[in-house]
């Protein structure tokens, strides 16, 4: 009777696991976690990344310590340059008594602007004015080591994408997720125990290939569970507020985290959770060879496809002015407001709730309201914001702004994933891996060419200019999405081309019988 009752509670145990494999919910749920715990790693790093650096770089005058100052003394000159370290200044020695000439003639301003007086009337030395001028221009250079860094991760994540889609076509999804899982863990502990730029830009690439596996393979399984146009607007829905999550998660606990634990404590958590949607990933997706049984678009058709291009370069547009932001508002933010670690992370915070609240709405009300219409009116909405950060003079003004940005990216992000199955199923064969790679590759472009470019931006034409810019083009862009409203479907697509091939039979045929007569 024992024997039986095990054998019984075994078969209730195993059906109930079952049933678990093959919910789309469950795999809904997977999807979710894998994207939320990878943009929570994307951003983590956002407050943490700029100071750490800093204060490797400049030991002697890390951000969080006090501001040396400088007493008058019988040679001010002598003493001043050996508290600031301004041995290096060209042809002046530590006994030239003209050093405020000296010092701005090298940084082109005038003695009285620095604080410093010439060898004249020399009794007063500024040095935390001039603290604050070697500081901007350090944290302006560092803006560019910052970007790169950001940027390796997309990068690499743009060059994995062209082969993990065609991948996920021949051994199926769960394979490509599961060493997303993999990689992300191994990432996030580098980035724990890394104290240098060298080991810290290899953690943020080597993200990148994780990222592409879990992306590229959650979308396209969701894509297959989800058949149903509308129903896979809903799911991807949720997905995308999932990353949204870890977004929203990711600047607020790195920023606290650093702030009161330390660098390493953040990654050693998202580490711990990493390995626990590991776990979760082989106990219910059972990662194992699944063969397609029809034909997959190749890649050169869906690449070619006018449609699925202005669908895919609305997901770049929509992100690439955030992604400018990350590594540079920060940075301005220490540089015009003298943020703290903790407002620089929470300054995301707004953008990161309106994101989680936009993909949400508009998964369901894109698929009503024509998702055409809603990345329009997201890529007008967003280029306003932008255009609207740069004005604030506090931390408590990029609330609004902010908080707009995050909702339209919402409304773009979250009607064009949908619009790329969409376009798929209608115009070429319901296979999903590789149109996901494409729109998983427009997401990183937005987040490779924009932390790659904003410090030579904000060097050459200023943090206010280059958002700017950025606006002005989301605006020429987003007219493009009316030609969305209605494409037209694999037979059509078929019929206006036999049609244009008549019409070159006809004019040919047209043309022989001009030459006979």
């Known amino acids: ?100 000439n000296a010092i701005s003639n090298k940084y082109q301003k005038s003695p009285k602007s620095l604080g410093i007086f010439s060898a004249d009337n020399m009794t007063t030395i500024d040095p935390e004015k001039l603290l604050r001028e070697e500081r901007h221009r350090d944290l302006v250079q560092e ?43 191994l990432s996030t502990i580098i980035f724990a125990f890394g104290r240098s730029y060298s080991v810290l830009f290899i953690a943020r690439a080597l993200q990148g290939i994780g990222s592409s596996c879990s992306s590229v393979s959650g979308m396209g399984m969701l894509a297959e569970r989800y058949p149903d146009d509308k129903d896979r607007g809903n799911a991807m829905g949720v997905a995308l507020g999932g990353l949204a999550l870890g977004v929203l998660i990711g600047p607020p606990f790195g920023g606290i985290m650093y702030e009161f634990v330390g660098k390493s404590a953040p990654f050693l958590i998202l580490s711990a959770l990493a390995l626990a949607d590991g776990v979760l990933q082989l106990l219910m997706l059972q990662p194992a060879v699944v063969r397609q049984e029809s034909d997959p678009p190749s890649l050169k058709a869906l690449v070619t496809d006018p449609y699925i291009i202005i669908a895919a370069g609305a997901i770049t547009f929509a992100n690439l002015g955030i992604a400018m932001m990350e590594p540079s508002l920060p940075i301005w933010m220490m540089d015009t407001m003298e943020a703290d670690r903790w407002q620089q992370g929470v300054t995301f915070l707004p953008a990161s709730i309106s994101y989680l609240i936009g993909t949400n709405v508009f998964g369901p009300l894109g698929h009503r309201m024509g998702r055409w219409r809603a990345g329009f009116v997201g890529l007008i909405v967003i280029g306003i914001c932008l255009m609207l950060v740069p004005m604030a003079t506090h931390v408590n003004h990029l609330i609004v702004p902010n908080a707009g940005l995050g909702f339209a990216i919402g409304m773009v992000d979250s009607s064009m994933m949908p619009e790329l199955g969409y376009l798929v199923d209608i115009r070429h064969s319901a296979v999903y891996g590789s149109v996901y790679a494409i729109g998983d590759v427009a997401f990183c472009l937005g987040f490779a060419i924009g932390p790659a470019m904003s410090g030579t931006l904000v060097k050459s034409i200023g943090f206010e200019w280059m958002l700017f810019g950025i606006a002005i083009l989301d605006f020429m862009y987003a007219p493009l999405l009316f030609s969305l409203k209605s494409p037209p479907t694999k037979e059509e697509k078929k019929s206006l081309i036999l049609g244009e091939k008549s019409s070159v039979r006809y004019v040919t045929y047209q043309n022989e019988e001009d030459d006979e007569e």
């Not at 310590?65 to 007493?71: E, F, L």
Request: hydrophobic share 45%; glycine share 6%.
């Open 1 to 100: 009777m024992t024997v039986l009752n095990e054998w019984v509670a075994g078969t209730r145990v195993g059906g109930w696991v079952q049933r678990c494999r093959e919910s789309r919910r469950l795999v809904l749920a997977i999807v979710a976690i894998a994207l939320l715990l990878d943009n929570m790693l994307l951003t983590t790093v956002v407050p943490i990344i700029p100071e750490f650096l800093y204060n490797i770089n400049h030991p002697d005058t890390p951000l969080d310590g006090p501001v040396r100052t400088t007493t008058t003394t019988e040679n001010p000159c002598k003493e001043y340059m050996k508290s600031h370290h301004l041995e290096y200044l060209p042809n002046v020695s530590t006994e030239d008594m003209d050093l405020g």
């Open 143 to 185: 803006t560019s080591q910052v970007g790169l860094m950001f940027a390796s991760k997309a990068f690499v994540q743009l060059l994995a994408n062209p082969f993990v889609g065609p991948l996920t076509h021949k051994i199926g999804y769960s394979i490509p997720m599961f060493v997303g899982f993999i990689i992300m863990f």
